[in-house]
């Protein structure tokens, strides 16, 4: 399984009038800060593309793309979620997949 995890968070702070967003991504943490809502979804909702593997690399079979999204409500203490598990911590969580798309090794079948 070949993966990437992208973490971003969207705060708002009513008192500077202002929404701020970081990203995590591997290792690199990035924060901007915005002042209009519109512009923080457009930007955390963008996502560049990005390369897992060479296809090359991987043995000739079906393979498919899986995209999950989830918004948490607050970030909650270890503690807290053990000893109150009934609290809901995630608002909502979507899942998709892409149709199975074939990759062929180099050499063989029909040559594409």
Do not use: M, Q
């Not at 701020?20 to 800060?33: P, Q, W």
């Not at 979804?41 to 090359?56: G, N, P, Q, R, Y």
Request: hydrophobic share 40%.
């Amino acid at each position: 399984v070949l993966g990437r995890k992208f973490t971003r968070t969207l705060k708002c702070d009513p008192v500077k009038k202002e929404y701020v967003a970081t990203s995590l991504e591997g290792n690199v943490l990035r924060e901007k800060r915005f002042s209009d809502c519109d512009s923080l979804l457009a930007w955390a909702l963008a996502v560049e593309d990005h390369t897992l593997t060479s296809i090359k690399e991987l043995a000739p079979a079906k393979y498919f793309v899986k995209v999950t999204a989830e918004s948490r409500l607050r970030k909650l203490p270890p503690v807290v979620g053990y000893l109150f598990f009934f609290i809901k911590a995630k608002e909502f969580r979507i899942s998709g997949k892409s149709s199975a798309f074939p990759v062929n090794s180099p050499g063989k079948g029909d040559g594409k």
